[in-house]
């Protein structure tokens, strides 16, 4: 079994930059497909982004294509999450997911991982 713990959430205004690291114990992860979801108040869990397990070509939500970088260090069973320009509209939680059998033709699909982290808040003020 996988434990995931987000760090590196905040207060940030508009236009700032914030990096956030999920680590995860309990066993390797380095086979696994890693995310990055969010949900904001009233709204449903959206994805943001996704690496697989080799590190291949990740996938972005087309919100945050070209702002946020998602990076896995696989030696240290840590995956991040570089967030830059932000916006208010990036205000969510955001989690961290990860599937051990999640194909790069279905990062998007939370059903589809198997185990998440507890969240971390990330708030961007106009």
């Known amino acids: 079994q996988v434990q995931l713990t987000e760090s590196g959430g905040g207060l940030v205004q508009a236009g700032g930059s914030l990096r956030l690291s999920c680590a995860a114990s309990g066993r390797t992860f380095s086979g696994d497909t890693m995310a990055w979801f969010r949900q904001a108040p009233g709204k449903e869990r959206e994805f943001v982004a996704a690496?697989?397990?080799?590190?291949?070509?990740?996938t972005y939500t087309d919100s945050v294509k070209g702002r946020f970088t998602i990076s896995r260090d696989n030696a240290k069973n840590t995956v991040y999450l570089q967030m830059n320009t932000l916006k208010p509209e990036d205000t969510a939680v955001y989690y961290c997911?990860?599937?051990?059998?999640?194909?790069?033709?279905?990062?998007?699909?939370?059903?589809?991982?198997?185990?998440w982290g507890q969240g971390t808040q990330v708030t961007v003020s106009s």
């Open positions: 997911a990860g599937g051990t059998t999640v194909s790069a033709y279905n990062v998007r699909l939370p059903h589809l991982y198997n185990y």
């Open positions: 690496i697989t397990w080799n590190g291949g070509t990740p």
